[in-house]
Nanobody, 125 residues
Framework: QVQLVESGGGLVQAGGSLRLSCVIS????????MGWFRQAPGKEREFVSA????????YYADSVKGRFTISRDNGKNTVYLQMNSLKSEDTAVYYC??????????????????WGQGTQVTVSS
């Protein structure tokens, strides 16, 4: 059974920072790409960021490029999303996901196999 648990969400003022964490319970975590997505009220879930298993490649949505940083610690089975210079439009539920069996573009949610339950991020203006 693979489980992902996000944490680190909360309420922050615009311009502030938060760091999200996602712990994955899997026999071997280090071999799989991970991603972060978000869903704002009334909107579809959208890609935020992704990282390859060796962390040699990272990907970002244009809306967060330069403000968010994804990283991973394979020894701790954890992937992080450091979010700086937060804006009100970053308000959403943030989900982490892992690509265990699928392949394909890390930008597309259909290519991920397991998802966390989400953590709420609210940015007040």
């Amino acid at each position: 059974q693979v489980q992902l648990v996000e944490s680190g969400g909360g309420l922050v003022q615009a311009g502030g920072s938060l760091r999200l964490s996602c712990v994955i319970s899997a026999r071997s975590f280090s071999g799989f790409p991970m991603g972060w997505f978000r869903q704002a009220p009334g909107k579809e879930r959208e890609f935020v960021s992704a990282i390859t298993w060796s962390a040699d490649l990272t990907y970002y949505a244009d809306s967060v490029k330069g403000r968010f940083t994804i990283s991973r610690d394979n020894g701790k089975n954890t992937v992080y999303l450091q979010m700086n210079s937060l804006k009100s439009e970053d308000t959403a539920v943030y989900y982490c996901a892992v690509q265990l069996y699928n392949s394909g573009s890390l930008y597309q949610e259909r290519n991920y196999d397991y998802w966390g339950q989400g953590t709420q991020v609210t940015v007040s203006s």
